[in-house]
Nanobody, 117 residues
Framework: QVQLVESGGGLVQPGGSLRLSCETSGIIFRFYVMGWYRQAPGKQRELVADISSGGSKKYADSVKGRFTISRDNAKNTVYLQMNSLKPEDTAVYYC???????????WGQGTQATVSS
C-alpha cells in the first residue's frame, strides 16, 4: 500500500519559515519525481517545486529564492524548506510522487500552511 504522509505545516508570521516533510512508503522512492503542490481557497492546485530522481530541481517563479526542495533517498522522504513566507503562500500543501513515463502517481493528504500576523 502506497502512503505519502506530509507534516510540518502550521501558522507562521510573515517573514517566518516552515519546513514540510513528506515520508513515503510502498514505492521505490529513488525512482520517483517528487513534487510539492499547493492549493489556496478558490484557486487551482499549482506546482510549487519538484525534484527528479537525479536531483534536478524546478521551482515556481513565485517561490524561487525563498523555497528549497530536497530529498533523502535513504529515508524515503522529500522536504520543502520555506523561508521569507508571505500571506499569499497560505495554502494546503500536497506531496506528489510521480513515476515518469507511467501512470503511477500518488498524492498525500495535504498539510495546511497559514501565513498571517
Amino acid at each position: 500500500q502506497v502512503q505519502l504522509v506530509e507534516s510540518g505545516g502550521g501558522l507562521v508570521q510573515p517573514g517566518g519559515s516552515l519546513r514540510l516533510s513528506c515520508e513515503t512508503s510502498g514505492i521505490i522512492f529513488r525512482f520517483y519525481v517528487m513534487g510539492w503542490y499547493r492549493q489556496a481557497p478558490g484557486k487551482q492546485r499549482e506546482l510549487v517545486a519538484d525534484i527528479s530522481s537525479g536531483g534536478s530541481k524546478k521551482y515556481a517563479d513565485s517561490v524561487k529564492g525563498r523555497f528549497t526542495i530536497s530529498r533523502d533517498n535513504a529515508k524515503n522522504t522529500v522536504y520543502l524548506q520555506m523561508n521569507s513566507l508571505k500571506p499569499e503562500d497560505t495554502a494546503v500543501y500536497y506531496c506528489n510522487a510521480d513515476l515518469s513515463g507511467s501512470s503511477f502517481s500518488y498524492w498525500g493528504q495535504g498539510t495546511q500552511a497559514t501565513v498571517s500576523s
